[in-house]
C-alpha cells in the first residue's frame, strides 16, 4: 500500500518570494514515481513535475523544482518566484511503476499568494 | 487537440437514480482512471483499466460501476447503492506502458444528488 501525507493544510507566501510544500511518502514498492499537481478553483488538475525513484537528480520544470531525498522519504515541492496565479490547491502523489500505476494522492495544500 | 472531455460539468440527480457519467480522451491512452474528490480532500481511485474490455476495482468501488467497451471511452456509473454519491468526479488517462508516466485528467463532473 502507498500512503502520501501532506502536512500543510494552508500556506501563505508573498509575491516574488519562494515556497516549499511539503510532502512525505510511504510504500513498499521498489520502483515508483512522485508527481506533484495544481488544482486552481477550477477542479482542474494540472500536472506540474515528476520524480522517479531512481532519478539521481532532482527534478525541475521552470519555476517549479522537486526536493527529493529518498531516504526521508520526501518529494518537497519548491515554488520560486511565487505570482498571483499560483494561488491554488497543490497535492503530491505518487504511484507504482508497474501494475495499475494509479495515483495515491495527498490531503492537499492551500497556498495563498499575496501582493 | 488531443484531450480528456467529461460531460456534463455539472449534474444534478434525484436520490435513488443511477447516473451515468461521460469520460472521452482521444490521445490514444491504453489506460484509464476515474477518481472521485470530496471537499477539501484528496482524490481517491474508483475504477481503473488498463485494456479495453477490462477493468479493475480500486479504493472505493462500492456502489459504481464501469465499461471499457472502446479504447476511447470509459463511462462511470453511480448507482443508488452509493451512500454519499455528491462529489467531483475526475477522469484520467495514461499510455499505460513505456517511460511516460503522467496522468492526464479530464475538466471534470460535479454530481449533487438531493
Known amino acids: 500500500a502507498q500512503k502520501i501525507t501532506q502536512t500543510q493544510p494552508g500556506m501563505f507566501v508573498q509575491e516574488k518570494e519562494a515556497v516549499t510544500l511539503d510532502c512525505t511518502y510511504d510504500?513498499?514498492?521498489?520502483?515508483?514515481?512522485l508527481f506533484w499537481y495544481k488544482q486552481p478553483s477550477s477542479g482542474e488538475m494540472i500536472f506540474l513535475i515528476y520524480?522517479?525513484?531512481?532519478?539521481?537528480q532532482n527534478a525541475t520544470e521552470g519555476r517549479y523544482s522537486l526536493n527529493f531525498q529518498k531516504a526521508r522519504k520526501s518529494a518537497n515541492l519548491v515554488i520560486s518566484a511565487s505570482q498571483l496565479g499560483d494561488s491554488a490547491m497543490y497535492f503530491c502523489?505518487?504511484?507504482?511503476?508497474?501494475?495499475?500505476?494509479?495515483?495515491?494522492f495527498g490531503s492537499g495544500t492551500r497556498l495563498q499568494v499575496q501582493p | 487537440d488531443g484531450g480528456i472531455t467529461q460531460s456534463p460539468k455539472y449534474l444534478f440527480r434525484k436520490e435513488g437514480q443511477n447516473v451515468t457519467l461521460s469520460c472521452e480522451q482521444n490521445?490514444?491512452?491504453?489506460?484509464m482512471y476515474w477518481y472521485r474528490q470530496d471537499p477539501g480532500q484528496g482524490l481517491r481511485l474508483i475504477y481503473y483499466?488498463?485494456?479495453?474490455?477490462?477493468?479493475q476495482k480500486g479504493d472505493i468501488a462500492e456502489g459504481y460501476s464501469v465499461s471499457r467497451e472502446k479504447k476511447e471511452s470509459f463511462p462511470l456509473t453511480v448507482t443508488s447503492a452509493q451512500k454519499n454519491p455528491t462529489a467531483f468526479y475526475l477522469c484520467?488517462?495514461?499510455?499505460?506502458?513505456?517511460?511516460?508516466?503522467?496522468?492526464?485528467f479530464g475538466p471534470g463532473t460535479r454530481l449533487t444528488v438531493t
Open positions: 484520467a488517462s495514461t499510455p499505460g506502458r513505456g517511460s511516460s508516466y503522467e496522468q492526464y
Open positions: 520524480q522517479g525513484s531512481y532519478d539521481q
Open positions: 490521445l490514444n491512452h491504453d489506460a
Open positions: 483499466s488498463q485494456i479495453v474490455n477490462d477493468f
Open positions: 510504500t513498499s514498492d521498489p520502483s515508483y514515481g
Open positions: 502523489a505518487m504511484s507504482p511503476r508497474t501494475g495499475r500505476r494509479a495515483l495515491t
